[in-house]
């Protein structure tokens, strides 16, 4: 009889993607692997067979259903560690591994330039179950990636101009996507509807194509351009290059692209991180950290694009 593993991450997208990284290994070791998330983020892996994906509503998730459905597996691994995870380790009770999180050093690191060192949370997921390395994984319908490949015709870039909060927003993607467009380029804007932004010389999807089908869209372009924020990890885990636009955030928070999945552009001001999000005003009132020109980021992606 197979063992079985439960994957727990409950929040947000770019986390939850991340947690594909553990699918493989999980499997070497002989486990069938679930994901508990809450509804809509698992939607990203409908299409991956590899995992039994579980979703649920904040209302539903202790549940007498819930956790009667979720007792008993071989191996719980808390990807959250927070205080519903901590009831989840006393209700469910089994063997657990728990990721460590690096909180305070991330915390101190908006303070403090000595405590901005490289960290990886896809590393830190990895080391979890004892593993050293790994990739992102996002399993693909071939169906999809050929309807997106017809409906966009000839090659493409997928430009991700949202994030959450306004400080991780780069400004300047109607220049990016007009420069992009004069190369040979189609041009598509993907993301939520919340993402919607004024693009020349593009073909905006945002918000017309559903969480199922967002890793088919961004599996065919030839590159992806985004900021700090769900699509990129997207992306990664479904091996389209990317230029990865940092504002108020900084990669020492574990969330930048690695060398051979694209490149970051970040100016690296003292001020960044200013939040572990970034939420919040600007402190200085001028947005420095997304005065990075155009130009830079065309540089970046002629490096990334294949020649």
Known sequence: MDKRALVIRLSSLGDVVLTSCLIEPLIKRGFKVSLLTLYPN???????????????????????????????????????????????????????????????????????KLFRKSYSVLEAYLKTIGEREGRL?????????????????????????GARYYKK????????????????????????EEDNCS???????????????????IAGAKLLVGN???????????????????????????FGVSSSEGEVLIKGLDCQPCDLHGKGSCKRGDLACLEIEPKEVIKACIRLLPS
């Open 169 to 192: 927003r780069y400004p300047y993607f109607n220049e990016v996507c007009k420069e992009l467009s004069s190369m040979g380029y189609k041009v598509v804007l993907v993301g939520s």
């Open 42 to 112: 698992g939607e990203v892996f409908y299409y991956d067979e590899r995992v039994n994906l579980i979703q649920v509503s904040k209302k539903e998730l202790f549940s007498k259903k819930i956790l009667s459905s979720i007792k008993g597996y071989d191996l719980y691994v808390d990807l959250q560690k927070n205080p519903k995870t901590i009831a989840l380790r006393l209700l469910l009770g089994g063997k657990w591994k728990v990721i460590k999180k690096h909180s305070i050093r991330r915390r101190l690191a908006i303070r403090f």
């Open 137 to 161: 994984n996002l399993g693909v319908d071939k169906e999809l990636l050929e309807k997106f490949k017809n409906l966009v015709g000839g090659d493409y870039i997928c430009i991700a101009p």
């Open 228 to 254: 700090d924020s769900a699509p990129v990890h997207i992306a990664r885990a479904v091996g389209t290059k990317v230029v990865q636009i940092f504002g108020a955030t900084h990669p020492t928070l574990g």
């Open 199 to 217: 693009c020349d010389k593009s073909l905006n999807l945002c918000g017309k194509v559903s969480l199922r089908e967002l890793p088919a869209l």
